[in-house]
């Protein structure tokens, strides 16, 4: 078996993968967990099933995987997503008060 060295690759839009091993006789793709963690800072969840690739600022999910015969297998490669949660000024308030009655939240200005 003949590896060779790849300046770089990429799974998808977000993860570039730097000093890539290119095995030509593998049919499968592998990708080292070190590397997300230490070099591109993601933060790599697994459980019994499945696995989880997020930013670790964002926290937003950028790949997702699943185990089948005791191997973790890429499944889907998301762009970065941003959730925002709008919320108003009385649901603010209320919560951020310990949520008193409506009459304490009216003597707000």
Request: aromatic content about 10%; hydrophobic content about 40%.
């Amino acid at each position: 078996m003949v590896a060779s060295i790849e300046e770089s690759t990429s799974l998808n839009s977000n993860i570039n993968l730097d000093r890539v091993l290119y095995v030509s006789n593998f049919s499968c793709n592998l990708v080292s967990i070190a590397q997300l963690i230490r070099e591109l800072r993601y933060i790599v969840i697994f459980d019994e099933d499945l696995y989880i690739i997020q930013d670790r600022i964002t926290t937003s999910q950028i790949g997702v995987g699943r185990m089948w015969g005791g191997v973790y297998y890429v499944d889907k490669l998301a762009s970065p997503t941003v959730q925002v949660n709008v919320v108003g000024s009385y649901d603010l308030w209320h919560g951020c008060l310990g949520h008193p009655s409506n009459q304490v939240l009216s003597l707000l200005p």
